[in-house]
Nanobody
């Protein structure tokens, strides 16, 4: 099973930007769905952005227009560019993946239950 490790978190002021990366132990093929989630203290884990076949993407309403998910590097792992950060974006951010049986990821789900592999998370703190 693929292993994931997030990086790129940190502390920024409101309005700033961060880019999160997700390293994988093996190549993330087209048969994988990948996504970013976040969890703030005492809150449920929520989907932030997901990417599927042909660059199809899904975003939480709260981050649309500010965050961009993409696949980069030789292992095709997902990155998350976060711009115009707000204090309410403060959370632990997780990279997640699941391998489909259909050959391609046909639906970029934002539901945590749809993913089987998770990284350890990287903390993002946005101050006002």
């Amino acid at each position: 099973q693929v292993q994931l490790v997030e990086s790129g978190g940190g502390s920024v002021q409101a309005g700033g930007s961060l880019r999160l990366s997700c390293a994988a132990s093996e190549y993330i093929g087209a048969d994988y769905c990948v996504a970013w989630f976040r969890q703030a203290p005492e809150k449920e884990r929520e989907g932030v952005a997901a990417i599927g076949r042909s660059g199809m993407t899904s975003y939480a309403d709260s981050v649309k227009g500010r965050f961009t998910i993409s696949k980069d590097n030789a292992k095709n792992t997902p990155a998350l560019q976060m711009n115009s950060l707000k204090p309410e974006d403060t959370a632990m951010y997780y990279c997640a993946a699941r391998r489909t049986v259909f050959g391609e990821c046909w639906f970029a789900s934002l539901s945590p239950g749809d993913y089987t592999t998770w990284g350890q998370g990287t903390q993002v703190t946005v101050s006002s």
